[in-house]
């Protein structure tokens, strides 16, 4: 189980402006300024959840895995990964757990991967029959083939994220970080991993923590998600619920086979979208059964379809109220100061 | 500690696969050893053609001098030296993440990550100039002396290590740190000649604040036959002294660290 109490991480970092002039001040004098990475979050994951990380560039999500996985120490809360305080390094918690960053590399560049394999096997200390069980196990299921015995460097990126995940789960951790692991691959590869990491979860009853850029990973993979946005947690639980809270409204996408007036249309819902004979509409919920029997029976519509709304449009509104907040909170702290 | 050792195995095995993939790079390699060897021996002989002694050393026991320094130096540039510029640059680039998330001591993962293979030559070139300088003198060394001479040569390759890390350490705050080992690079490079040819402060300096000392001249006297135990003991005692305040200076340092980029 991981629990996170209050878990906050501030970073102090140095700020200088543009220019010459001022990269020589800098040497003289340095301007540092708090970041505050991570504030107060807390949250309790059981065994075996798939769990994802959502939130904009900078939120936090990366810093929170890291903190988790215990590569930085926090500066203030506690957080436990299976009874461990992971910034103690344990090695009974490092043989459980792993982290795969999509734009941090852990193979031998010049190697082909079958030998970083061989050296996490000797760091693990995984004795010979388990690993060789192992590595036919994810040689299976990420269709690795002969790409182990290819040097990394001729490896293209999504065959190297597939090497880099095996090299990850070697030692067959309980508990997966894996952060951004689609990044940067194409659609195929990106459904390949996503099938991967749900297997592997199924199989060995392992808790994975997702962060991604891609929302699709995200919905596809996770029943759960943690929204963090600026170091704050804004939300934990079920997706669905977090859609139905923040917009209600369902989408209704359709063709039109004939003319319909936009005042027509109107009357159904509000018009989000129109392209050609192409039209989404926002309709409230119990007022779906009217509006589809008037779409399908006297307006003759085609390929209707009527689905939640984007992952993305209501994240961007949740981001984008959270920080309308914030300004309005500091414009007014501001002129009450002065 | 057995799984130690085979971890070692495999990344010495590993250096070697991965000097193997650049084949010229191996064979220039093993050139370059060469012809540093003919020019760290070239002063010596210019210098004890003009002379008989050096403060007094006369050139046979300044050759043990060097044989030691290159012995040092191979040992450095074939271990310490790859792995942690290999350590910095993972820093740098915030690969360091994938040695804390590994379950075994960090510092020891990152001191034998990466070896210089081509360095043998070296260490051999160092044994075969003692050799040499034993036959000038006309005797070999005695067993007890021999002993002493190898043990302050494991203390003098620890206390150069020690000194490596340090200046590895200061790279998780400071990051780029190419100068500063360049400067250990060139201060260990008085390590070639004994320390009494240096005098005052400078004696002072490479006896204890950068013991060279250490490194080269004490373990050659032992090997003369010239070190008396409490110096013996005290160099060893330094070079330990060293290698915990290095150790104590690393854990700080892994604590400091931030993890570049995402």
Redesign the interface.
């Known amino acids: 189980m991981i629990r996170a109490d209050e878990l906050t991480k501030h970073?102090k970092v140095h700020r200088r402006k543009p220019g010459f002039a001022a990269a020589l001040a800098s040497v003289f004098r340095r301007r540092h300024e708090l970041v505050k990475a991570v504030e107060n979050v807390s949250f309790r994951i059981e065994r075996g959840e798939r769990v994802g990380f959502l939130g904009p560039n900078g939120a936090g999500k990366?810093t929170t895995l890291?903190l988790l996985?215990?590569?930085?120490?926090p500066t203030s809360g506690a957080v436990t990964v299976d009874g461990y305080v992971p910034s103690k390094?344990r090695?009974?918690l490092?043989?459980s757990?792993?982290?795969v960053?999509g734009?941090?590399?852990?193979l031998?560049w010049?190697?082909p991967p079958s030998?970083t394999y061989?050296?996490n096997r000797?760091?693990?200390?995984v004795p010979k029959a388990e690993f060789d069980a192992t590595l036919a196990e994810l040689t299976e299921l990420l269709e690795l083939g002969k790409l182990v015995d290819k040097?990394t460097r001729q490896l293209s990126l999504g065959e190297r994220m597939k090497c880099e995940l095996a090299a990850a789960l070697l030692h067959r951790p309980k508990t997966l970080f894996l952060?951004?692991p689609t990044i940067g691959l194409d659609v195929a590869m990106q459904l390949a991993i996503r099938d991967f990491v749900r297997r592997y979860n199924q199989r060995h009853e392992a808790t994975v923590l997702l962060t991604s850029h891609y929302m699709d990973d995200v919905v596809a993979l996770c029943p759960r998600i943690l929204v963090i946005d600026e170091g704050k947690l804004v939300h934990d639980g079920d997706l669905r619920q977090l859609v139905k809270t923040m917009d209600p409204d369902k989408r209704v996408s359709f063709t039109l086979t004939s003319e319909v007036g936009a005042d027509e249309l109107e009357r159904l819902g509000a018009v989000i979208g129109r392209e050609g004979t192409r039209v989404t509409l926002r309709v409230v919920e119990r007022e779906i059964p009217a509006v589809v029997g008037r779409l399908l029976g006297p307006l003759h519509v085609a390929d209707l379809a009527i689905e939640d709304p984007p992952l993305e449009e209501i994240l961007r509104a949740m981001f984008g109220k959270a920080r309308e907040q914030r300004a309005a909170s500091e414009a007014a702290e501001a002129g009450g100061a002065t | 500690m057995r799984?130690y050792f085979?971890?070692l195995?495999?990344?010495l095995r590993?250096s070697v696969?991965?000097a193997m993939?650049?084949r010229a790079d191996f064979l220039v390699e093993g050139a370059m050893s060469a012809a540093w060897m003919a020019v760290a021996l070239l002063p010596l002989f210019v210098l004890y053609g003009e002379r008989d002694t050096v403060a007094g050393w006369d050139a046979p026991s300044a050759l043990v001098v060097l044989a030691y320094f290159m012995g040092v130096r191979a040992v450095i540039e074939g271990v310490v030296n790859p792995s942690l510029v290999e350590l910095v640059d993972r820093i740098r680039?915030?690969?360091f993440?994938?040695v804390?998330?590994?379950?075994?001591d960090?510092q020891l993962?990152v001191s034998g990550s990466r070896y210089e293979p081509w360095k043998v030559l070296d260490l051999l070139g160092a044994v075969g100039v003692a050799v040499y300088a034993f036959v000038l003198r006309g005797h070999g060394p005695e067993p007890g002396h021999l002993l002493v001479g190898l043990a302050l040569f494991a203390t003098g390759v620890a206390a150069m290590y020690a000194l490596w890390i340090l200046c590895a350490a200061a790279s998780f705050w400071v990051v780029r740190l190419d100068n500063l080992t360049y400067l250990l690079s060139a201060i260990f490079d008085t390590a070639r000649w004994p320390v009494q040819v240096f005098r005052g402060a400078w004696r002072i300096v490479f006896t204890f604040v950068i013991p060279v000392a250490v490194m080269t001249t004490y373990p050659a006297m032992a090997l003369l036959g010239a070190l008396d135990a409490g110096t013996a003991l005290a160099s060893a005692g330094g070079a330990v002294a060293l290698l915990v305040l290095s150790r104590l200076v690393w854990r700080a340092a892994i604590?400091s660290?931030?993890?570049a980029?995402?």
């Open positions: 970073f990366t890291k996985a215990g590569l930085l120490h390094r090695p009974e490092l043989r757990i792993t982290l960053m734009q941090k590399s852990q031998i010049d190697l030998e061989a050296m000797a760091i693990f200390d040097p952060d951004e | 799984r085979r971890l195995g495999v990344q590993m696969a991965s993939a650049y680039t915030g690969a993440d994938y804390l998330l590994k379950p075994v960090a993962l604590r660290y931030t993890s980029s995402s």
